[in-house]
């Protein structure tokens, strides 16, 4: 009995794990910002860029483990083009990668991280969300949308 109960709970936390991968592996992130840009030129979509600490940031890391399993947020990220400008500690990265992170830190955001921000593909802001207060990702949908809706008109 003890046997069967076992196995069911590891088949249980498998099926869970699957299925939180599915959730992430849904979401496309450009790290070339060129290639980003090309794309939501002829999707006609705007683009979110993530500026982020991936392994050293502990609200970047509540961020992915929450938002970006969201539902809703893995909906509304298929009405854009999302890039990841990651600055890491300790995970290797090519010296490329992090010219180019910094180049875009420079010129359109300079600040903290995690920060969300919005552009056209010819460049042009359309807005910035800093932070990340977990149990909220609502927010943060709806400022996605409303980048959206911005690009839009």
Not at 76 to 105: E, G, H, W
Request: aromatic residues 12%; proline residues 5%.
């Amino acid at each position: 009995m003890k046997k069967t109960i076992l196995i069911i709970l590891f088949l249980t936390g498998q099926l869970i794990t699957a299925q939180a991968q599915k959730h992430s592996s849904q979401l496309q992130w450009f790290t070339d910002f060129e290639k980003a840009k090309a794309v939501a030129k002829k999707e006609h979509k705007p683009i979110l860029m993530l500026f982020t600490g991936s392994d050293w940031c502990p609200p970047c890391r509540m961020m992915h483990n929450e938002l970006f399993e969201d539902e809703n947020f893995i909906e509304t990220a298929k009405n854009v083009v999302l890039v990841l400008v990651d600055f890491p500690r300790r995970k290797p990265m090519s010296a490329l990668q992090r010219m180019q992170n910094s180049a875009l830190n420079r010129k359109f955001h300079g600040g903290g991280v995690p920060t969300f921000v919005a552009v056209t593909p010819d460049e042009k802001i359309l807005g910035k969300k800093s932070g990340y207060r977990p149990g909220f990702q609502s927010a943060y949908i709806d400022f996605f949308n409303a980048m959206i809706d911005k690009y839009k008109k």
